[in-house]
């Protein structure tokens, strides 16, 4: 399963299927990014990073892909699992005076027994 | 064990009320964050503190007014509280100020105004 991020912001999946959830930039200036996952009632965690001098970047069982051109970042779920099912949230490092994470909207995740 | 603790998880109150949210983190960090995310869960930075200075402040209202007693807690205590106030309040620390690595989130606080 897939979602378009800021325009789908829930995405379905059964469980053991791959997912992918994309996420749009705001600034070609933002050189780090981070993928967070927050559960029900807890404050985000963090998954996995990439700088801007990568293209792909691959953790246990998570792989983020970023595409500078089109300012496209995206997380790919690969066998996912009830556990996997919350909200993740993409974050670019803004630079320019004082660095700050800045978080997109969140895409729900939900992954079918 | 807990890394990033917040106190209390739950805050009911009424409008024009003062209320504090405490938040110390056991991780040796230099930099702390009070971070507000809205009923759609859009997540915003509002204030970052690095041992005990201001950095960032996000065009908060000044009723908010965070307090670093030590480099290992930060506070926020909000004067006349607002209905628009209602809000999970996420504090976070991070090892340096310089952004690269991952930012430790506390649990939250649910501020509900009535």
Known sequence: ?113 | DTAVSQTPKYLVTQMGNDKSIKCEQNLGHDTMYWYKQDSKKFLKIMFSYNNKELIINETVPNRFSPKSPDKAHLNLHINSLELGDSAVYFCASSQVLEIRGEQYFGPGTRLTVT
Request: with cysteine; proline share 4%; aromatic share 8%.
């Open chain 1, 1 to 113: 399963g897939e979602s378009v991020g800021l325009h789908l912001p829930t995405l379905s999946v059964q469980e053991g299927d791959n997912s992918i959830i994309n996420c749009a930039y705001s600034n070609s200036a933002s050189d780090y990014f981070i993928w967070y996952k927050q559960e029900s009632g807890k404050g985000p965690q963090f998954i996995i990073d990439i700088r801007s001098n990568m293209d792909k970047r691959q953790g246990q069982r998570v792989t983020v892909l970023l595409n500078k051109t089109v300012k496209h970042l995206s997380l790919q779920i690969a066998a996912t699992q009830p556990g996997d099912s919350a909200v993740y949230f993409c974050a670019e490092r803004k630079q320019g005076g004082s660095e700050k994470l800045v978080f997109g909207k969140g895409t729900k995740l939900t992954v079918n027994p």
